[in-house]
């Protein structure tokens, strides 16, 4: 490997490329998950919304808090908004309250602590060209907000151009907003559709209960479309693992006189040569599948920023995963070159090398 470094380099490159693009397949895999089982990382920790029709607020929050399986309500509120001397609208939202927060995904500074503080989306912070730690103006129906953007949060809908803040800061700038709704969070296990049928019915009828759409669920087409690229690009790791392997033979059976002469065995001679191509295996495995993971997390971050829902929603595969991709490609490697080593060493019985290991 060593004294041929030009050769071992384009053979690591020719066999990282795919392996590379496989990471990178795997990457999105691992992120549909995230979208799919954790959609409170991505801003949506309410997996029901609540909104009364004739139902006072109080005769709601008891309603709500009569049912075990619901560990958090909050209420909110989302606004048409416009900033001044501009045509295009985007949502103004306030939910929960400082005494008692909303978890939003918070991907860049923090979340809202104090008055006037507020989040925006990547949307918003691209639609009015301002970064976090700025102040923004903005009107509802006429009424003025001025809000301190404290942070991005991670945005799936409206593409991405919301600002949300707890709505007693909301209500202490235009004490006629309330809310129109109530964010359901439900405590593990609790099945959504037996909680949405008994509020609609302990309310009868005066309570709109909806389940929150899935941000994934759109996207689960492209597990297929992962499917078919991760086996393509398995077949074209394969090719270049033979490619590489009958390279690395070729090499070494120039020097299998030079191992006898020093006096190395058949079963040694073997050995050096199946270690030889182990390494140049292993040594693009490592490459392709660091400069995937870092591929990956850069793609998909740099889609979720020019769809408006921001940088911070890509997620790496398992470590797990990635050490069985470069053990399956180690191991293929050596047991693919044991043959052919064993025929360039004059000894056609593989099964001698693996005694003598």
Known sequence: MLHRPARSAAAVA???????M????LGTWATLDRFEHHPEQLGQAGALTARPNGLTDDAVRRLLADR???AAAHPGVELPALVPVQSQS???RGIGTTADPYPFAVAEGRAPAGPDEALAGQGLLDLLHIEVGHWVRVTVGGTPHILHIVGRSIETGHGGRVISAPLDVLRAQDASVRPSYYSLTLRPGADRAAVRGALTEESHGALEVREVADPGAELSPVRGVIIGLVSVLALIALAELSTAVGSGIRDHARDMRAYRAVGLTPQQSVATVVTGVGLVVL????????AGVFASDWLIDLQGGSSGVGAGIAQSPPVTVLFLIVGVCVAVAV????LPASRAAGDRNPRMLLNAQ
Do not use: D, M, N
């Open 22 to 25: 496989i990471t990178v397949a």
């Open 283 to 290: 040594a693009a495995a490592v490459v392709g599948v660091t």
């Open 335 to 338: 047991a693919v070159s044991v």
């Open 68 to 70: 075990p399986e619901i």
């Open 14 to 20: 020719r066999l990282a490329l795919p392996i590379l």
């Open 90 to 92: 985007f949502t103004l």
